[in-house]
C-alpha cells in the first residue's frame, strides 16, 4: 500500500532551520510527482513546494521562495524540504503529497490540494519569535 511519512518537525526560534523528510513506501517516489503542502489552525491548506522527480525541478510558492529547498534521494525513496530562516509565520503542520503520475504545471498543483491523492498525516513545525 501507498505510504507517506513525514519527520523533522519540531520548535524552533526565529531564524532558525530546519529539514523535513518524507519518506515514500509503496511505489517509487522518482516516478511520481511530489510536493510539500502546510496548514495552520483555521486557515487553507497552503502550497509550499513541488518536486518534479522525474525532471529533478522544484517549484515554491511566493511566499518560501529563496529561503525553503526541496529535493529528492532516490536511493532512500524519500524527498525534502530543507527550511531556512523561518519566521513565526512558518508555523503549521506540513504535509507531503504524491500522485501516481507526471506533474503538471507546479503553479497550478501547488493551489490545488484536490489534485494530489496521496498525503501522509504530516509533522508539526512551530517557529517562535
Known amino acids: 500500500q501507498v505510504q507517506l511519512v513525514e519527520s523533522g518537525g519540531g520548535s524552533v526560534q526565529a531564524g532558525e532551520s530546519l529539514r523535513l523528510s518524507c519518506a515514500a513506501s509503496?511505489?517509487?517516489?522518482?516516478?511520481?510527482?511530489m510536493g510539500w503542502f502546510r496548514q495552520a489552525p483555521g486557515k487553507e491548506r497552503e502550497g509550499v513546494a513541488i518536486?518534479?522527480?522525474?525532471?529533478?525541478?522544484?517549484y515554491y510558492s511566493d511566499s518560501v521562495k529563496g529561503r525553503f529547498t526541496a529535493s529528492q534521494d532516490n536511493a532512500k525513496n524519500t524527498v525534502y524540504l530543507q527550511m531556512n530562516s523561518l519566521k513565526p509565520e512558518d508555523t503549521a503542520m506540513y504535509y507531503c503529497?504524491?500522485?501516481?503520475?507526471?506533474?503538471?504545471?507546479?503553479?497550478?498543483?501547488?493551489?490545488?490540494?484536490?489534485?494530489?491523492?496521496?498525503w501522509g498525516q504530516g509533522t508539526q513545525v512551530t517557529v517562535s519569535s
Open positions: 503529497a504524491a500522485r501516481a503520475r507526471q506533474c503538471e504545471y507546479g503553479v497550478n498543483i501547488i493551489r490545488l490540494p484536490g489534485w494530489w491523492t496521496y
Open positions: 518536486v518534479y522527480t522525474r525532471g529533478g525541478g522544484t
Open positions: 509503496g511505489f517509487t517516489a522518482s516516478n511520481n510527482c
